[in-house]
């Protein structure tokens, strides 16, 4: 089992910026990716971004790319969604998970981004 605590979220103005992280804990050494998910209220939950461990790429959902972040440090099983010129449609509850392979197995509870405009 992997668990994921999510930090970070809170209330913002639109234009301005917040950082998210997500530590895992558990069986994480056979991780070999992890992201950010997102849900909107009434909305299903969508894609962010994703880190793999072993190539350090990165990948954006377009409606956060040139503004969102992703990183990590593998060694503390840790990864950060830096979230800057944020919207108010970018207010949602914001979702860590981790995977072994193709699907996302781990989420974490998730942490709440509220954009005021």
């Known amino acids: 089992q992997v668990q994921l605590i999510e930090s970070g979220g809170g209330l913002v103005q639109a234009g301005g910026s917040l950082r998210l992280s997500c530590a895992a804990s558990?069986?994480?050494?056979?991780?070999?990716?992890m992201g950010w998910f997102r849900q909107a209220p009434g909305k299903e939950r969508e894609f962010v971004a994703r880190?793999?461990?072993?190539?350090?790429?990165?990948y954006y959902a377009d409606s956060v790319k040139g503004r969102f972040t992703i990183s990590g440090d593998h060694a503390k099983n840790t990864i950060y969604l830096e979230m800057n010129s944020l919207i108010p449609e970018d207010t949602a509850v914001y979702y860590c998970?981790?995977?072994?392979?193709?699907?996302?197995?781990?989420w974490g509870r998730g942490t709440q981004v509220t954009v005021s405009s």
């Open positions: 880190i793999n461990w072993s190539s350090g790429n990165t």
């Open positions: 998970a981790s995977r072994r392979f193709a699907e996302y197995e781990y």
């Open positions: 558990g069986r994480t050494f056979s991780t070999n990716a």
